[in-house]
């Protein structure tokens, strides 16, 4: 093999052999005083002085953790393999149990929609070599995650040039849950010592997705919501849908067969990212062909 051909053939390897690699950060929280963890993904290529690329932001659901997305999905290697094929940075974040990603008035510990707007975001952009603006930042999440990117998003407009949410909790009242009785109303303790009785704010409560949606009509968001036809959060999801209907709030929305599982939630990742790279190309004006 001559010296021209080696070379070339060593290029090859690299460049077919070059995968996404994934970092376990951990960031203080001042307005917790507690330190959580998340993971990084960067794409196969990513440079700290090259290109700024894009982050999306993937949150986990109720009983979770930052490595969810990264363990429990049915194709190993997912986010890996969305990172390199998007070119984009994925954070999986860290919150505790039963948050909702909110700030919770009553609880020092819970004041998570602070952490991800303002501790980790920051912490992200000045670490990694990100694009340090709206138009190339997303978020998206599974069941109460996807309640938290509703949340987080709508309350942050300057963040986030999208949202998306998956088998979300779009209501957090329990009666619309299709779940047995025990299980709703330790929700419902849970929710209730931590906010307060929501349900006296009418029509709905802002610490409810169903609440933002006036937020969500004029804030310039892309928005995604789907839900499975058998996941017992279905009924939230249509609520929110019709409300953003009748409110003439731009947002597409999608039923497809399955439940509240991660068979269900691996097939839907990769219908977000294609989403919200769409996005990325139309606002930071790359070429979409």
């Known amino acids: ?46 440079n700290a002085k ?21 363990d429990k999905v049915t194709k190993p290697g997912l986010l890996q393999n969305l990172a390199d094929q998007y ?11 039963s948050s909702y990603y ?3 008035p009553n609880q020092d510990s819970v004041r998570y929609e602070t952490y991800i707007s303002q501790e980790l975001i920051p912490y992200v952009d000045q670490t990694y070599n990100t694009i ?46 299709k779940v047995d009785e025990n299980f709703a109303n330790t929700i419902l303790q849970r929710t209730l010592a931590s906010i307060g009785d929501f349900r006296r704010e009418a029509p709905f409560s802002e610490f409810t997705a169903v609440g933002l949606t006036d937020r969500m009509k004029d804030n ?15 009924a939230t999801n249509r609520q929110i ?3 953003l209907l009748d409110k003439n709030v ?28 769409r996005e990325f190309d139309k606002r930071l004006g790359r070429n979409q062909n």
């Open 241 to 243: 849908h019709q409300i």
């Open 132 to 177: 340090k603006n709206r138009e190339g930042r997303a978020i998206t999440g599974l069941s109460m995650g996807g309640h938290g990117s509703m949340l987080i998003s709508s309350k942050h407009p300057e963040l986030f040039i999208a949202a998306g949410s998956m088998s979300g909790v779009m209501n957090i009242d329990v009666s619309l849950w």
């Open 87 to 97: 070119e984009v940075l994925i954070v999986t974040p860290g919150v505790g149990p």
């Open 102 to 104: 909110w700030d919770s």
């Open 50 to 70: 090259g290109k700024a690329l894009p982050s999306i932001y993937v949150l986990h659901g109720g009983s979770g953790a930052f490595s969810d997305w990264h």
């Open 250 to 277: 731009d947002h597409e929305y999608t039923e497809r067969p399955g439940a509240h599982t991660w068979e269900y939630w691996t097939e839907a990742l990769p219908a977000h990212f294609l989403f919200i790279n």
């Open 1 to 46: 093999m001559t010296k021209t051909y080696f070379n070339l053939f060593f290029l090859l390897v690299l460049c077919f052999s070059a995968k996404a690699q994934t970092d376990t950060i951990e960031v203080y929280s001042k307005a917790m005083d507690k330190t959580l963890k998340a993971a990084v993904v960067r794409p196969a290529g990513y």
């Open 220 to 234: 310039g968001i892309a928005i995604l919501i789907d839900c499975g036809v058998d996941d017992f959060l279905i």
